[in-house]
Nanobody, 124 residues
Framework: QVRVVESGGGSVQAGGSLRLSCAAS????????IAWFRQGPRKEREGVSA????????YYSDAVKGRFTISQDSATETVYLQMNSLKPEDTGMYYC?????????????????WGQGTQVTVSS
């Protein structure tokens, strides 16, 4: 059984930074995609960023491009989301998701495992 756990959320002022972590335990076959989604108040869940097997490809939504960086520790396979220049509109629950067979990273239904989420709150 695969378990996905996020950490690193919190409350910051606009312009601040946070780093989210995503760790997956259990047996997971490759290739795979690990992505971050977020869901703000009264908003639909949206894709933020994704990293494909071995960090060969990374993707970002237009809303976070240039401010967020996704990376993966090759030793632990932990995925990080470094979030800089945070804005109030970045507020939401951030979820890490794992896809077993690589597909369109923006489609939530394509993911096989989800974490419980970590809250990010950015105040103005």
């Amino acid at each position: 059984q695969v378990r996905v756990v996020e950490s690193g959320g919190g409350s910051v002022q606009a312009g601040g930074s946070l780093r989210l972590s995503c760790a997956a335990s259990g047996s997971v076959a490759s290739p795979r995609v690990i992505a971050w989604f977020r869901q703000g108040p009264r908003k639909e869940r949206e894709g933020v960023s994704a990293i494909y097997t071995g960090g060969e490809r990374t993707y970002y939504s237009d809303a976070v491009k240039g401010r967020f960086t996704i990376s993966q520790d090759s030793a632990t396979e932990t995925v990080y989301l470094q979030m800089n220049s945070l804005k109030p509109e970045d507020t939401g629950m951030y979820y890490c998701a794992l896809m077993i067979r690589a597909s369109d990273w923006l489609v939530p239904a394509a993911y096989d495992y989800w974490g419980q989420g970590t809250q990010v709150t950015v105040s103005s």
